[in-house]
């Protein structure tokens, strides 16, 4: 597991608004990490004021009312991450609403928060503005500005690309069977230890659209440290074509991003 304890903030987007009669959302962005498995955050957060614990109802925070949080981490990697903390770390109150006056001293989230490749998870902590027998109305229309942070782990993967030749020759002729052969390469990217073994997996070979007869599924075998293969081997051609084949592949151990190779152009003369 690679741990992301480097947190930086991207945005201050939040509203909190009091005493009002329009339905506000509370948003916060935060960019968690950097490097590998892509560019870009490795997770964001938003949040929405609800009424309920159990399930989102946006309401407005008000004075004495139990109200509470919703983080939802949204994950746009291509593997699951689990999300181990988020919190509010820094909170602009407007002009005439002390900050003493919001209770966010619950909303800090620690656990583990499973949230799927390009998917989002959500959890609920307790938030709530004090009543102070006095007048608030000063408050009425105005922000809570919010900052979040977090940290999340999840395993390391690493790209692949995927090409596709021919044998034993390119026109081949009617009525010879032609073999293709698949070659899956892994690279690390900026940042990333380098590649500990060769891909894992299966690929199935298309013909357009369609898989080929027999060669759907096919297991790699290991041909370097960073590379693996396959092979199919068609029936013989029975009509003069031009075939376009391409390779897809599946990766098994969840170390590395499948991939889809370029069309390659088969003649058959």
């Not at 770390?89 to 966010?104: D, E, K, M, R, Y």
């Not at 990766?251 to 058959?268: C, E, H, K």
Request: with cysteine; hydrophobic share 40%; proline share 7%.
């Amino acid at each position: 597991m690679k741990l992301i304890g480097r947190t930086k903030t991207v945005g201050r987007i939040g509203a909190t608004a009091l005493l009002s009669v329009t339905l506000v959302f509370v948003i916060a962005r935060t960019a968690i990490g950097s490097g590998a498995p892509s560019a870009g955050p490795i997770f964001s957060i938003t949040s929405v004021v609800s009424s309920s614990s159990t399930s989102q109802i946006p309401v407005l925070l008000y004075p004495g009312v139990q109200d509470y949080l919703w983080y939802t981490a949204y994950n746009p990697q291509l593997v699951p991450i689990t999300v181990d903390s988020m919190g509010i770390s820094n909170v602009t109150a407007p002009a005439g609403c002390p900050i003493s006056n919001l209770q966010f001293g619950a909303t800090s989230f620690s656990g583990e928060l499973v949230v799927p490749p390009l998917a989002s998870a959500t959890v609920a902590v307790p938030i709530n503005l004090s009543d102070t027998n006095a007048n608030q109305d000063s408050c009425e229309g105005t922000n809570f500005n919010f900052t979040y942070s977090g940290s999340a782990t999840f395993n390391e993967v690493y790209v692949t690309s995927t090409a596709v030749t021919s044998s034993p020759a390119n026109p081949s002729l009617v009525g010879q069977s032609v073999t293709y052969t698949a070659t899956i390469t892994a690279s690390a990217l900026a940042g990333q230890d380098p590649v500990p073994s060769n891909p894992k997996g299966t690929v199935t070979f298309m013909d357009g659209g369609t898989a080929i007869f027999s060669c759907s599924n096919l297991s790699v075998s290991r041909t370097s440290i960073t590379t693996a293969q396959a092979r199919c081997t068609t029936y013989a051609y029975s009509a003069p074509a031009t075939h376009s084949i391409s390779v897809v592949y599946t990766n098994s151990d969840g170390n590395f991003v499948g991939s889809t190779s370029p069309i390659f152009l088969q003649v058959v003369s």
